[in-house]
């Protein structure tokens, strides 16, 4: 599908692997230039290597990596300064870093929550915060969070990552609500299960401790939805792409799943 993204700038962050580099690619494929983030320097930089190889001849002077924590206002600041000034624009946001942390009501810490908020909602936040000024003398803009299916379906084992999503999920909708009228569209998919290497280390713990094959291992967090497999990098990165593009010209202020069928609601 052309998405017509040749001439559009975004930042992608948590992009040195996963969700977050499959974006980045898909990005790159529809011809935009992406500055790319994350923590782990060395990581950030062999992911750019791989995109800038991957692609076509001039990929890769589209792409930018910038080592970031996004959940520390300095990092986002710089982030977005070195991005606008070696892109020129900045037309599309994709918050996406994160961690996971599982624990429950009895366990879970000020700490555990506390590193969950920096990350989902005050590093979300303040990234959208850092690009409306920009967005706005543009005319406009696109931005898409990333934010996992515990903010419609919260774990009790999984509490920080529940109350975290949630949070980011309300604020992706009050900004939306706030930025629509600048011509800024706010939307946020929700993935669950997606085979990634966090998932796979995961499934590789439960094929060693219960002696299991994979399938058998996967079949865990396949079982509650309705496709019964996991999901794809790729399948996030198309439908992140797709509202970040015109396309989804009139898609604003939205929140969509892409867990197989997992969520069972008729509204929310």
């Known amino acids: 599908m052309n998405l017509a993204l040749a001439d559009r700038t ?11 580099y499959a974006v980045a690619a898909r990005l ?14 060395r990581r950030l930089d062999n992911a750019a290597e791989t995109l800038r190889a991957a692609g076509p001849p001039g990929t890769g002077e589209r792409v930018v990596a910038v080592a970031a924590d996004t959940s520390v206002a ?14 020129g624009r900045i037309d599309i946001l994709v918050n ?22 920096g990350d989902k909602l005050f590093g979300f936040l303040g990234m959208i ?43 992706s909708k009050a900004a939306a609500d706030a930025l629509a009228g600048d011509n800024i569209r706010v ?19 439960e094929m060693r401790e219960r002696g299991l094959d994979h399938a058998g291992a996967a079949r865990g967090f396949t079982r509650a939805n309705v496709l019964d497999r996991l999901g794809t990098a790729q399948e996030v990165a198309d439908l992140v792409a797709f509202l970040a593009s015109e396309r989804a010209g009139h898609v604003a202020g939205s929140s969509v799943s892409v867990d197989g069928g997992y969520h069972r609601h008729v509204f929310g």
């Open 74 to 87: 300095a990092d986002r600041a710089r982030l977005v300064e070195v991005a606008h000034a070696r892109l």
């Open 129 to 171: 915060r850092l690009v409306m000024p920009v967005m706005r003398m543009q005319g406009g803009g696109s931005i898409v969070n990333i934010i996992g299916q515990a903010t419609r379906h919260p774990h009790p084992d999984r509490l920080p990552s529940g109350i975290a999503n949630a949070a980011a999920q309300a604020m």
């Open 187 to 205: 939307n946020s998919v929700c993935p669950q299960y997606i085979e990634t290497d966090i998932l796979g280390g995961v499934i590789a713990k």
């Open 28 to 41: 790159l494929a529809e011809g935009a230039r992406v500055a790319i983030c994350g923590r782990d320097a």
């Open 96 to 117: 996406n870093a994160g961690t996971h942390i599982r624990a429950t009501l009895d366990d879970m810490t000020d700490t555990q929550l506390e590193r969950q908020l």
């Open 10 to 20: 975004a930042i992608v962050t948590g992009a040195s692997r996963g969700i977050g």
